[in-house]
C-alpha cells in the first residue's frame, strides 16, 4: 500500500534521498495528535484546541490566526490561504483554495499605472481569502464551535506574541518598508520608533477587535461591515482599486488536488494558481532517480545537478501557473514521463563555457523584455522584492482520528503591502505584484480580470 504525503511547498528532493544535510533534524513523536508551526506560542493555541476535543479543522483555524498575529511579516487575514485537508474516514484530500482576488479590477486601466504598485502601497491590496477560507473549511469539516475557535488568537492579539530572535531579525530586514510613511504600521510594528525588543511582548489591540468580529459574525466579520468598509475606504483613499461588493462577492474554492508518485509514496499539492508545487513536483521528479552519493548534501556537484534542474523547470513554470482551468492541464503534462526526460535532457546537456568578468563572478543570464519571474529574481528598480520565505508560512496539524491539514498562508511578500487600514491591525498583502502585467501573451496576464494571486 502506497504511503500518502500531503504536499505543498517546499519538499526537497535530496533531504527525500537520505543525504546528509547541514543542520541538526531530530524526529519528534507524538501519541495522539501533532502541530507543527514556527512560533511557539501558535504551536500552544492549536495543541490547546486538540487537547479540547476540536479536530484538525479547528486546531488549523486556531493555529493560522495565531500565527497571523506572531507572524505578521508573513501571512495573517490581511492576506491569502490554500489548506490541504486529509479527510481521514473518506481517504479524501481536499484543497480549500482562498488566494487574494483581484475583484471588479479595470486591468486595462491599471497595467498603465507605475511599476511601484505593484508591490507597495494601496494600489498593490487585493480581497485578502484567508478568513474566508478558514471559514469554509471549518463550515465543511470543523467540530468545534466557531468562535471557540477564534478567540484564542483573539488574546494573543490582545496580551501580545513574544518577539523571538528571529522575528527581530525580519522586521529588521524590512524596517524601511516600515518606516516609509504608513503610520498604521509602522505604530504596530516599531514601538517607540524602534525595532521591538527581543523577548518583549507585542500586542495588537485593533487586530484584536477585528478578530473579535470575526468570531461573533464568521465570514461577514471580514467581509460585510466596519473591517470591510476601513479596508475599502483606505485602499480607495490611498490609491487602491477594491471596493464593498469585491468583498462581498469573494468565492473560496474547494477543489481537487494534483498527484504524483515519488519513491513509493504519493506527494498530493494544490494547483494553480499555486505555484509552489509546479516549481519543486517536477524537479523532484527529475531527480528521483539520483542518488546524490549519500554523503553531505551541499556539495558542489550536488547542488550543481539541483540548480540545472531548477533553472529548466522555473520558466516553465511561470509559463504555465495562472487562474485559468488551462494551468491544471498544463501542470500534469509538465509532470508527463516525456516531459520530465525533456527536463533532464535540457538540464544535463553539455553547455558553452560563460564568460566570467575580471572579478570572478559570471554575469547574470539575459532577462527577456517584459519578462516576469520570482521575486528574487526582479530588476533592482522594482522596489521591495524581500525574502519570499520569510514572506509566507507553512502549518500541518495531525488530530487523532488521523485528519491532516496541511497549509500555506501569505501575505505575498515580507509585510505585504506595507499599510494597515487605520482601526482593524490588519498588515496588508501586495498580491498585485504576481500578475504578469507587461506580456499580454502569459496566461497570468489573462487572469487578471477574474483571478485569484499565486503564492
Known amino acids: 500500500m502506497r504511503k500518502l504525503v500531503s504536499f505543498l511547498v517546499l519538499f526537497v528532493a535530496c533531504v527525500a534521498t ?4 547541514p543542520v541538526k533534524v531530530e524526529p519528534v513523536t507524538a501519541p495522539h495528535a501533532m502541530v507543527v508551526a514556527a512560533h511557539p506560542q501558535a504551536v500552544a493555541i492549536g ?15 486556531a493555529t493560522s490566526l495565531a500565527l497571523g498575529v506572531a507572524e505578521s511579516f508573513g501571512s495573517g487575514l490581511g492576506g491569502k490561504l490554500v489548506l490541504l485537508f486529509f479527510e481521514a474516514k473518506t481517504g479524501r484530500t481536499h484543497v480549500v483554495d482562498a488566494m487574494d482576488s483581484t475583484g471588479s479590477l479595470d486591468v486595462a486601466a491599471y497595467v498603465q499605472r507605475p511599476v511601484e504598485e505593484r508591490s507597495y502601497g494601496y494600489g498593490a491590496v487585493c480581497v485578502p481569502g484567508l478568513g474566508a477560507g478558514l471559514w469554509a473549511a471549518h463550515q465543511k469539516w470543523g467540530a468545534r464551535k466557531w468562535a471557540d475557535n477564534v478567540r484564542p488568537a483573539v488574546a494573543l492579539a490582545r496580551g501580545g506574541f513574544r518577539v523571538l530572535p528571529k522575528t527581530r531579525d525580519f522586521f529588521a530586514e524590512v524596517e524601511k518598508k516600515l518606516r516609509r510613511g504608513d503610520a498604521e504600521i509602522a505604530r504596530l510594528y516599531l514601538p517607540n520608533d524602534a525595532l521591538p525588543e527581543i523577548g518583549t511582548l507585542l500586542p495588537n ?6 478578530m473579535e468580529l470575526f468570531a461573533q459574525h464568521g465570514r461577514d466579520g471580514l467581509y460585510r461591515g466596519p473591517v470591510a468598509e476601513a479596508i475599502v475606504a483606505a485602499a480607495q483613499q490611498g490609491g487602491g482599486v477594491l471596493t464593498l461588493e469585491d468583498f462581498a462577492d469573494y468565492e473560496v474554492r474547494i477543489t481537487e488536488p494534483i498527484a504524483m508518485d515519488f519513491r513509493g509514496y504519493q506527494l498530493v499539492c494544490a494547483p494553480p494558481p499555486a505555484s509552489g508545487a509546479a516549481v519543486f513536483l517536477p524537479i523532484m521528479k527529475a531527480l528521483e532517480d539520483e542518488s546524490f552519493g549519500g554523503g553531505p548534501l551541499r556539495t558542489a556537484e550536488n547542488l550543481d545537478r539541483i540548480g540545472r534542474v531548477w533553472r529548466v523547470v522555473s520558466p516553465e513554470m511561470w509559463r504555465i501557473v495562472a487562474d485559468v482551468p488551462a494551468s491544471r492541464f498544463l501542470f500534469e503534462k509538465l509532470l508527463a514521463p516525456d516531459s520530465i526526460r525533456a527536463i533532464r535532457a535540457k ?30 529574481a526582479a530588476p533592482e528598480n522594482e522596489p521591495f522584492y524581500e525574502s519570499a520565505m520569510a514572506a509566507t508560512t507553512h502549518f500541518v496539524v495531525v488530530d487523532a482520528l ?4 496541511c497549509a500555506t498562508q501569505s501575505l505575498s511578500l515580507h509585510f ?8 482593524i491591525g490588519l498588515v496588508m498583502n501586495n498580491s498585485m505584484s504576481n500578475f504578469t502585467f507587461t506580456d499580454a501573451k502569459e496566461l497570468n496576464f489573462n487572469c487578471m480580470d477574474s483571478g485569484a494571486c499565486a503564492p
Open 18 to 21: 537520505g543525504a546528509e544535510v
Open 416 to 423: 505585504g503591502a506595507g499599510v494597515v487600514p487605520p482601526g
Open 402 to 405: 488521523g485528519n491532516i491539514v
Open 347 to 376: 538540464a544535463f546537456a553539455a553547455e558553452p563555457q560563460r564568460k566570467v568578468a575580471r572579478g570572478g563572478r559570471a554575469p547574470p543570464p539575459a532577462r527577456r523584455e517584459g519578462a516576469t519571474g520570482p521575486a528574487w
Open 205 to 210: 489591540e485593533d487586530l484584536a477587535r477585528t
Open 47 to 61: 495543541v490547546a484546541v486538540l487537547k479540547s476535543g476540536g479536530n484538525a479543522i479547528d486546531a488549523a483555524v
